[in-house]
């Protein structure tokens, strides 16, 4: 079974700063994917970042980075240069084998960026 | 053209009403899925559409009815929900993983059901 965790419900960083958000993994799949989503409060769920298990450098888009440690079953994502458009939740997803591909999502943490 | 399109954006039902929420896409991908979204809470999965054919259903109330007509369309019907079904309930797409590699999922803008 798969496992998204996310650890910080809510963030607060001062506009033009990085911010990290965390995410750790569990699963049995030899090969899975990670994904990024940004859920501003219209609800639509916008899709940043995919890091691939056997990709050799860490995924970036943009202002977005992940730092992936497979040996720590970790995919942070790293936000460069915060804007105030940037407050939204964000969530961690995993690509469910079991379910027909569909996305497992962490719990998603709220980002605000204060000026 | 990378839209997923919803309709409506909201609804507001009673329990004894029949409706229907609709989802399309045009970027030709194979899979389409249906999520409920609580106030605060991740997407769940709810159903999945693999080439037309519904491959997951999540143990989902038989009061919600999926639907897909063709490649571009799916549907959900509503019967006789109850008030903790309002949510938001978001349609997503994409091309059908495989040996291909992976492929990000699309989002629709969701509808905001609310069951009075």
């Known amino acids: 079974a798969q496992k998204i965790t996310q650890t910080q419900p809510g963030m607060f960083v001062q506009e033009k700063e990085a911010v990290t958000l965390d995410c750790t993994y569990d699963?049995?799949?030899?090969?899975?994917?990670l994904f990024w989503y940004k859920q501003p409060s219209s609800g639509e769920m916008i899709f940043l970042i995919y890091?691939?298990?056997?990709?050799?450098q860490n995924a970036t888009e943009g202002r977005y980075s992940l730092n992936f440690q497979k040996a720590r079953k970790s995919a942070n994502l790293v936000i460069s240069a915060s804007q105030l458009g940037d407050s939204a939740m964000y969530f961690c997803?995993?690509?469910?084998?079991?379910?027909?591909?569909?996305?497992?999502f962490g719990k998603g943490t709220s980002l605000l960026v204060t000026p | 053209d990378t839209e997923v399109t919803q309709t409506p954006k909201h609804l507001v039902m009673g329990m004894t009403n029949k409706k229907s929420l609709k989802c399309e896409q045009h970027?030709?991908?194979?899979?389409m899925y249906w999520y409920k979204q609580k106030a605060k809470k991740p997407p769940e999965l709810m159903f999945v559409?693999?080439?037309?054919?519904?491959?997951i259903n999540e143990s989902v109330p038989s009061r919600f009815s999926p639907e897909c007509p063709n490649s571009s369309l799916l549907n959900l019907h509503l019967h006789a929900l109850q008030p903790e079904d309002s949510a938001l309930y978001l349609c997503?797409?994409?091309?059908?993983?495989?040996?291909?590699?992976?492929?990000?999922?699309?989002f629709g803008p969701g509808t905001r059901l609310t069951v009075t």
């Open positions: 997503a797409s994409s091309q059908y993983p495989g040996l291909a590699g992976d492929y990000e999922q699309y």
């Open positions: 699963t049995s799949d030899p090969s899975y994917g």
């Open positions: 890091q691939g298990s056997y990709d050799q």
């Open positions: 997803a995993m690509r469910s084998t079991n379910s027909g591909y569909a996305l497992n």
């Open positions: 970027m030709g991908h194979r899979a």
């Open positions: 559409y693999s080439y037309e054919k519904l491959s």
